[in-house]
């Protein structure tokens, strides 16, 4: 059984900073891409940045230059730190992980963490 759990979300300020972090838990051989993605009411969901197990990274265009995408290969963990908040980037923002089970791959979610940017 594998686990995605994230923490880190709540209300920040436009401008301010947030930290999200995912730690994946189960029984596997290893954790392939990582990533975040965000879905705000009435939209759909979109990628937001994803991290290879090398450390390749991508980004939406929206936060190009304002968040950063990191992990850590032996905690199994990402983390998604968020700067120069926008109130646009209001959503619920989901962990996302491609799991190694040495014969197969599976696409793995959190259950998501809610980030409102308001004053």
């Known amino acids: 059984q594998v686990q995605l759990v994230e923490s880190g979300g709540g209300l920040v300020q436009p401008g301010g900073s947030l930290r999200l972090s995912c730690a994946a838990s189960g029984s596997f051989f290893s954790v392939n891409d990582m990533g975040w993605y965000r879905q705000a009411p009435g939209e759909q969901r979109e990628m937001v940045a994803r991290i290879t197990r090398g450390r390749r990274l991508s980004y939406a265009e929206a936060v190009k230059g304002r968040f950063t995408i990191s992990r850590d290969n032996a905690k199994n963990t990402v983390h998604l730190q968020m700067d120069s908040v926008r109130p646009e980037d209001t959503a619920v923002y989901y962990c996302?992980?491609?799991?190694?089970?040495?014969?197969?791959?599976?696409?793995?979610w959190g259950r998501g963490t809610q980030v409102t940017v308001s004053s």
């Open positions: 996302y992980a491609n799991i190694d089970f040495e014969v197969s791959y599976t696409d793995y």
